[in-house]
């Protein structure tokens, strides 16, 4: 009964995500009969869907011990980059959403040199280059939003009808990718090594894995992975916005953190951020229907921070 | 125990800076033994065993491999030529399974498209395996889906054990694989040691701990000021004699002659 | 923040190293709350424009972000060392700053506070600023006329809770509608039965949209929606037209951007406050050469205007054109 009994205990730390989550769902249904319709839940999932892209780049992030501050910053970085392309040279909308994800996926690929040869810090890294993809934004941008972008390009905020709910398209590309990330981190070689490394680096180094290749991969793919989140962003506001990504910075770490991953790297499951994502989402549009001010949103994302890195440690008191 | 020898290192020398950690140190081990590398610190037994496994590169000397020489640059190297080392802190990923920290670094893929193209990892048959060595080596854990974290520091232990003996193909080492173990748990890890043996691996063994180097090994080497001091038989010398070689207190010309090992 | 004013006012110095300081020449110092608000982007060009026609030395710097007191503090420090004499100040923190100004004052620097108060207001010398409250009305009073007979359900995307200009803004707005609402000091928003949605936009565009979402699924037979500002407006617009609400629901505004003025001719604002931020700026500098060459400093508050702009006007309500908007709007033509 024991055994049976502490993989259970173990799990804690990856149902409490989910429990929390179902508990804030049933609260809001009690409090407000628009909050449980198709429409709605669709159009949160809408709204979570930038911060959610982002928050699997971070959760390979943080796996391996790491943290990445400059997740934002990059992300409105590619907006721009793709918005003007297209507004500014008339290329085409594929071109341009390809370029921005390149500059994006470069600046994963600078962070991951950063820390991989230079040896630095993930926190010290990324928090200058935070900065320096902020500064190229504005500067790039003049600091103004770029408008007028072709229809292509703002496509996945289009949505098509699934059982009488409004769904779209950037939801299903999230939704994919929550897939295919789940995928290679369980039953993948590499994706298995990215834990690994987050647990014991000098373990794999010395069974025979290439540690550094491993973080320097997951720096460049969270790169590729705020690219992705910059087209959702442009296609859901339909403009290169360069102030965006400033409280996703924070918000996909949130996201990660109360999604169950440990930030001391080697544990958590990617779905979890989405939950955690969508934990952020479905409060702040459940206190709106319910007319509370978006401040005691952010007071109870920080108490729900806690209680999910407490969770974590607990779930940790079953093993010796 | 026979005669052939089935690893040979020849005047290994390692300088770290100034510090001379290997001064021309030889070194044997025979098929089927349980050679026990025993010396006080700073002696070079460190050093020594880190050349054999390919962690460091000797600045001079020569290693051979069932007579082949050969040159390892790193420890992915010796892992190749089929010789699996044990360290002292297990390099074990503790959140992860047994099964999962068995075949770390040497996943198995599944069949077909799932494994080659998907690269899909093939988890119903690692299991077996895992399952099958530990059954092998007569390791007493329930789960092999378990987190290794989860497990006492002898089991993990067995592990870290379990994992060297069902990779090797020539030699095992183990750097204190008793160290921080209690008297049950040490015990259960040298019956492992011993059934490694048993299964045709040679094993050298770093140990600070005389009782369970007497108890287990076959000879013993004692490592002093960066050379071979001695290699001696533990069936005829005693331990405090023993740790008056390594020592120095006895000279090695002054060791009788039935208490080396032949 | 205050790293890069250090860089920027080293150089200054620097380059004026090989010439004399010009006797006489006024330094004047501009600190806006952040370096990229568009508002403060063109505050800062109107400042300079001013300065270099009046033949005055600019220094400009600003805080890292909304809020960032610190970096505003630093970075007034730095420019009263670097001879200033004047300082102008958007101030992000209306309390915090008042005793690094006091300072400044008491060491006979002329501090003139733009586009929003300190807290109080007497703690600089002079104001130049958009009655914002005023701004709120003359939308509240459009919309009144332009819904006609239709019922008021009146969305409201607010800056966020305790924000003066926000609250002003709001407050305006309601008692130009003709609702019951607080006076020009209040810094809480008014809530009225006609108000369905109350909720914060933080002034940027995809809060906004998602901020509208939501109060569209509360209230899905919205008329009328009140903004803070431009973006929040954009992303109501976006939210709107997803939910094909866009023609039915007027939408009004406060700020007289560029875009937000072809947002206007586009008809996805009704109506927005203009406010001229040029302006300000360029009454702020004339303010400082009068006060280096005379020692004469102005006071108590100047309103520097606003202007109601709109595609279509009503009855009852003095409104301008869209071209006339677009003459005199800030931000990117």
Redesign the interface.
Known sequence: MK?KL??VL?HIGTLGPFIALLAACIFFATQ?P??L?G??LS?VL??VA?VGVIAIGQTLVILTAGIDLSCGMVMALGGIVMSKFAADFGLPAPLAVLCGVAVTTLFGLVNGLLVTRVKLPPFIVTLGTLNIAFAIT?LYS????V?DLPPAMTAL?N?FVIGGTEVSWGTVLMLALYGLAW?VLR????G??V??VG??P???R????PTQKVLLGVYVMAGLFYGIASLL?VA????G????G??ENLDAITAVVLGGTSLFG??GIVLGSLVGALIVGIF??GL??M?V???YQVLVTGILVILAVAADQLS?K??? | MNETIVMQAKGLVKRYGQVVALDGADFELRAGEILAVIGDNGAGKSSLIKALSGATIPDEGEVRLDGQLVHFKSPIDARRAGIETVYQDLAVAAAMTIAENLFLGRELRREGFLGSWLRMLDKPRMLAESIARMQDLKVGIRSMTQAVETLSGGQRQCVAVARAAAFAQHVVIMDEPTAALGVKEGNMVLELIRRVRDKGLPVVLISHNMPHVFEIADRIHVARLGKRAAVLNPKKISMSDTVAVMTGAMRPEDIPAECLAP | MQQRTRIALATLLLASAGTTFAAGEPVIGLITKTETNPFFVKMKEGAAEAAKAKGAKLLSGAGKADGDNAGQVTAMENMIAAGAKTILITPSDSKAIVPAIKKARDKGVLVIALDSPTDPAEATDALFATDNYKAGVLIGQYAKAALGGKPAKIVTLDLFPGHPVGAQRHNGFLKGFGLPAPDAKSNELGKDASIVCMADSFGDQAKGQTAMENCLQKSPDVTLVYTINEPAAAGAYNALKKAGKDKGVIIVSVDGGCQGIKDVGADKIAATSQQYPLKMAAMGVEAGVEYAKSGKKPSGYTDTGVTLIAAKSVAGVDSKDVKTGTELCWGKK
């Open positions: 055994d502490a993989p173990a407000s628009q909050f319709t429409g709605n159009l809408q709204q930038v504005q003049n600091s103004q939003t408008t905020g949505t995928f039953e993948t070689a590499s298995r090594h834990y690994a647990n014991n000098e373990a794999t010395l069974v025979g894995i962003s859901r506001t339909g403009v916005d360069p102030n965006a400033q409280t080697g544990r702040r549009n709106t229907l007319g001010s978006s401040i940790r079953g093993t010796r």
